[in-house]
């Protein structure tokens, strides 16, 4: 059976007083790929420009399924907008396509943990379990290779990210881990939720930033979406406070949430690719549903993974 939220889209063709179905706009069919269709005829273009597409050449005979998961479609969408922006020229148009490609598979696999009966819960209440599931973490071995793959895209965009961060006095790995979860690493959208940047956010936070003349640049946008929790100026970068804020940022619903042994779902948003998270996620805003396995890299395992490999010091 195929998930949902895998945005698999089956379609058939449309029969008319029996002579066919007039052709169809290429936005038409553009709607009716799966989305590894798509992206694989971006990648053949890209190809024909002399741009190479390692990660996507690498995909070899895997099942539509498993080729159409967000974890599979997000490296290779961000792989691709990268090197086509910097071939320039005609290549600009491919990035464009792939970024509005993974703007549309980010907003399918993104949701927030909202509950709007719980508050968040005090720092000291929960500052001791964040330093004991995180110091318990292990990244789990059959994610190692994404996680790699998300440890490397925040490093090549980190000069980005300390543009941003050294003004607020907020880490660079703090944002960019923000910056995958919201947004997949797509600069041409909000770090709010990643929303397009053509437009002010629609999604919650909704309407931000207030004062802004779209189309604007993503660091002033990001810049409005850490000022909004009010992250900047901060002192205490400790784990417990990252951790803390990591959470706060997409909500702390899950701490409402049990699986069927009645053992709590800790949130994907920072335990998600580790032996800390197994199933359970909002799949949409404030919609749960317990059997639903993120498909996202977790904080917490990117985090985990910057500091073994010494680019960012033990917190």
């Given at each position: 059976?195929?998930n949902r939220r895998?945005?698999?889209v089956c379609?058939?063709s449309?029969?008319v007083?029996g002579?066919?179905?007039?052709?169809?706009?290429l936005?038409?069919?553009?709607a009716?790929?799966r989305?590894s269709?798509?992206?694989?005829?971006?990648?053949?273009?890209a190809?024909?420009l002399?741009?190479s597409t390692?990660?996507?050449?690498?995909?070899?005979?895997?099942?539509a399924?498993?080729?159409?998961?967000?974890?599979?479609?997000?490296p290779r969408?961000?792989?691709?907008?990268?090197?086509?922006?910097?071939?320039?020229?005609?290549?600009?148009?491919?990035?464009?396509?792939?970024?509005?490609?993974?703007?549309?598979?980010?907003r399918?696999e993104r949701?927030?943990?909202?509950d709007l009966l719980?508050?968040?819960p005090?720092y000291?209440?929960?500052?001791?379990?964040?330093?004991?599931l995180?110091d318990?973490?292990q990244?789990?071995d059959?994610y190692?290779?994404?996680?790699?793959q998300?440890?490397?895209t925040?490093?090549a965009?980190?000069?980005?990210?300390?543009?941003?961060?050294?003004?607020?006095?907020?880490?660079?790995?703090?944002?960019?881990?923000?910056?995958a979860?919201?947004?997949g690493?797509n600069?041409?959208?909000h770090?709010?939720n990643?929303d397009?940047?053509?437009a002010r956010?629609?999604?919650?936070?909704?309407g931000?930033?207030?004062?802004?003349n779209?189309?604007?640049?993503?660091e002033?946008?990001?810049?409005?979406a850490?000022?909004?929790?009010?992250f900047q100026?901060?002192?205490d970068?400790?784990?417990?406070r990252?951790?803390?804020?990591?959470?706060l940022?997409?909500?702390f619903?899950y701490?409402s949430?049990?699986d069927?042994?009645g053992?709590?779902v800790?949130t994907p948003?920072?335990?998600?690719?580790?032996?800390?998270?197994?199933?359970?996620k909002?799949v949409?805003d404030g919609a749960?549903?317990?059997?639903y396995?993120s498909?996202?890299?977790?904080a917490c395992?990117?985090?985990?993974?910057?500091?073994?490999r010494?680019?960012?010091?033990p917190?």
């Amino acid at each position: 059976m195929i998930n949902r939220r895998q945005l698999i889209v089956c379609t058939t063709s449309a029969l008319v007083g029996g002579l066919g179905s007039p052709q169809q706009s290429l936005a038409q069919e553009r709607a009716q790929q799966r989305p590894s269709q798509s992206l694989a005829a971006l990648e053949a273009r890209a190809r024909q420009l002399g741009i190479s597409t390692p990660i996507g050449d690498a995909m070899g005979k895997r099942s539509a399924l498993e080729q159409d998961a967000y974890s599979e479609l997000l490296p290779r969408l961000v792989d691709l907008i990268r090197r086509s922006d910097e071939a320039g020229g005609s290549a600009s148009d491919i990035a464009e396509a792939a970024a509005e490609l993974l703007g549309r598979i980010q907003r399918a696999e993104r949701s927030r943990a909202l509950d709007l009966l719980r508050k968040a819960p005090a720092y000291e209440t929960v500052r001791e379990e964040y330093r004991q599931l995180f110091d318990q973490c292990q990244i789990l071995d059959r994610y190692k290779s994404k996680v790699d793959q998300h440890v490397d895209t925040l490093k090549a965009y980190k000069s980005r990210y300390e543009n941003v961060g050294t003004k607020l006095s907020i880490p660079w790995y703090f944002i960019g881990v923000i910056h995958a979860l919201e947004a997949g690493f797509n600069f041409r959208t909000h770090l709010h939720n990643g929303d397009s940047l053509k437009a002010r956010t629609v999604q919650v936070p909704k309407g931000r930033p207030l004062v802004w003349n779209p189309p604007t640049d993503w660091e002033s946008s990001a810049e409005d979406a850490l000022r909004l929790e009010k992250f900047q100026d901060q002192t205490d970068w400790s784990l417990e406070r990252t951790l803390y804020r990591w959470e706060l940022y997409n909500g702390f619903g899950y701490r409402s949430k049990k699986d069927a042994s009645g053992k709590p779902v800790y949130t994907p948003y920072l335990w998600s690719f580790s032996n800390q998270y197994s199933k359970g996620k909002y799949v949409r805003d404030g919609a749960w549903d317990a059997n639903y396995v993120s498909q996202q890299c977790g904080a917490c395992a990117m985090l985990k993974r910057l500091i073994e490999r010494d680019e960012v010091k033990p917190l």
